[in-house]
């Protein structure tokens, strides 16, 4: 975008130049059709060539900021993959020191690739969104350890502070531009279709799809993982509590999708196999 800006802006220098170049040069043939000196005529040329020196120097010049901003581009990407990097190995790390939550960003994340896959992402969108869904629990890095430890059901005061996590989690991944839109899954993922959910209440298609598709993504790792509150539940047992759950909580169409690439059921309740997917 900086690329076309800076191009446009130089198409007003050179746009006159070139006009002019090609005035002189009129005026020079004309000079000569008429019989005019040749001295005069020379200056002409002069002039004609001063003109494509200067043509010259400005298509440089531009050829040369073209290329600078084309390099300062390639940096600002090598610096967000480099962010992005840090902060993956931060949340893999911390979560590495809990076995509750060891390896969730990451599963999340791929989850919610599979998922955008099958729903007709193309490849550089459901791999943006995996991106998202690896990083989509950073802001967690905020809240107090002893919180997220709790073995009992967490208190009021405990959840209102969690409740923060995902504006916090958007926040630090505003640098990271790659991501666009996406940022806003991230912020999102604890809407529910019904309107109950945070930060902002978001309902039905106002919480955007990516955001839809992270959070089945993610309840569905939550509820097939041991927590300190409660031990895990089979995969067919996950899959049945998100359709209980939908579309009050959960969009029907993620959950669908999650049930044909994560379980081998159909796209429909009733196309589920007799084989249970349990885990």
């Known amino acids: ?24 040069s009129v005026v020079a ?26 043509v010259y120097q400005v298509h440089s010049a531009v050829g040369k900021l073209r290329d600078q901003s084309a390099a300062v ?16 190995r931060i949340v893999r790390f911390v979560e590495s020191r ?8 990451e599963r999340v994340g791929a989850i919610s690739e599979k998922i955008a896959l099958k729903m007709g992402f193309d490849a550089d969108r459901a791999a943006r969104l995996k991106l998202a869904g690896e ?25 209102r502070c969690i409740r923060q996590h995902s504006t916090i989690g958007y926040e630090v991944l505003k640098p990271l531009g790659s991501l666009g839109d996406l940022l806003s ?33 993610d309840t569905y790792d939550a ?15 996950a899959m049945a509590e998100l359709r209980r759950c939908s579309p009050a909580g959960y969009d029907p169409l993620c959950v669908d999708a999650l049930a044909s690439v994560e379980c081998g059921f159909g796209m429909a309740p009733e196309e589920k196999p007799e084989v249970s997917c349990a885990g």
């Open 135 to 159: 990083l989509h629990d950073v802001g967690l890095l905020a809240i107090p350890a002893q919180i997220l430890a709790e073995k009992s059901r967490i208190s009021v005061e405990g959840f």
């Open 73 to 88: 581009e390639v940096a600002s990407d090598e610096a967000q993959r480099h962010y992005a990097d840090v902060l993956g």
């Open 185 to 217: 899954a991230v912020k999102h993922h604890h809407e529910r279709m019904n309107g109950t959910g945070y930060p902002d209440g978001l309902a039905g298609e106002n919480i955007p799809i990516e955001a839809r598709i992270l959070a089945v993504a």
């Open 223 to 237: 509820m097939t993982h041991d927590r300190p509150h409660r031990p895990a539940v089979s995969r067919a047992a």
């Open 1 to 24: 975008m900086r690329r076309i800006e800076f191009l446009s802006e130089a198409c007003h220098v050179v746009r006159p130049v070139g006009l002019c170049m090609v005035a002189v």
């Open 98 to 105: 809990d076995r509750f939550i060891e390896g969730h960003s």
């Open 29 to 54: 043939c004309a000079m000569a059709a008429r019989g005019w000196h040749a001295g005069t005529i020379m200056l002409g040329g002069i002039l004609l060539g001063i003109c494509g020196i200067v």
